[in-house]
């Protein structure tokens, strides 16, 4: 399903990416994006504070308001034929007058390896670029977090450099790298991102 980021948009699409959905985030999804969260797998090479159950029911929060509000945000990423949140993807910041998001995602370790993080990010950045208000969008990974930035350059982003002492993770201040993929022209192939083949078994977190 076709979507613009422009302002008339106050609610996510629902995007089927084969096997499983990306659907807009729910109150009732919060114990089960905790359970998750609170896997050291899930967390520990990403900027995510100390998992609670009220992390995850802000984050659903300060997702439903950002859509409400005409701003692109956090889809959740469900299974067939249970609708159970599986993980999240989309985006975490967005600059109306700049044109840029920055992309964030993770998932549950047991669909780690399965592809379906790398079809839930070539969607959710196909439908943004498919709308005119996004140019650019960029994650940001910490550099011990192979997994992430390996998923990212298999969908045609391009790391751009890195950032010394970005970010403080629990405590520990961390680099990141900066990964980028314009709208036109501007993936790793040279090609307009929205027309790159995704092909992404690897799954992890990269996190704002």
Do not use: K
């Not at 609670?52 to 034929?81: F, Q, V």
């Not at 989309?90 to 592809?115: I, M």
């Not at 970010?167 to 900066?178: N, P």
């Amino acid at each position: 399903m076709e979507a613009s980021v422009a302002g008339e948009l106050q609610w996510p699409p629902t995007i089927n990416i084969g096997g499983a959905y990306l659907r807009p985030l729910r109150p009732s999804d919060a114990d089960a994006l905790y359970a998750y969260l609170r896997d050291p797998l899930v967390t520990d090479q990403t900027s995510f504070p100390a998992a609670t159950p009220a992390l995850a029911e802000a984050m659903i929060e300060r997702s439903r308001t950002r859509w409400a509000a005409g701003e692109p945000a956090r889809w959740g990423l469900a299974l067939e034929p249970n609708d159970r949140l599986v993980g999240t993807c989309g985006f975490v910041d967005w600059s109306r007058e700049h044109r840029f998001a920055d992309l964030a995602y993770d998932l549950t370790p047991a669909h780690w390896g399965t592809g379906l993080m790398g079809r839930a990010v070539a969607a959710v950045v196909g439908w943004a670029f498919r709308g005119e208000q996004v140019e650019r969008v960029q994650a940001f990974v910490r550099v011990d977090n192979g997994r992430s930035a390996r998923l990212l350059e298999r969908a045609g982003f391009v790391r751009e450099g890195c950032l010394r002492g970005y970010r403080v993770c629990r405590g520990q201040r961390h680099d990141f790298y900066v990964y980028g993929l314009l709208r036109s022209g501007g993936g790793a192939t040279g090609r307009p991102a929205h027309e790159q083949r995704q092909a992404a078994p690897g799954t992890s977190t990269a996190e704002s």
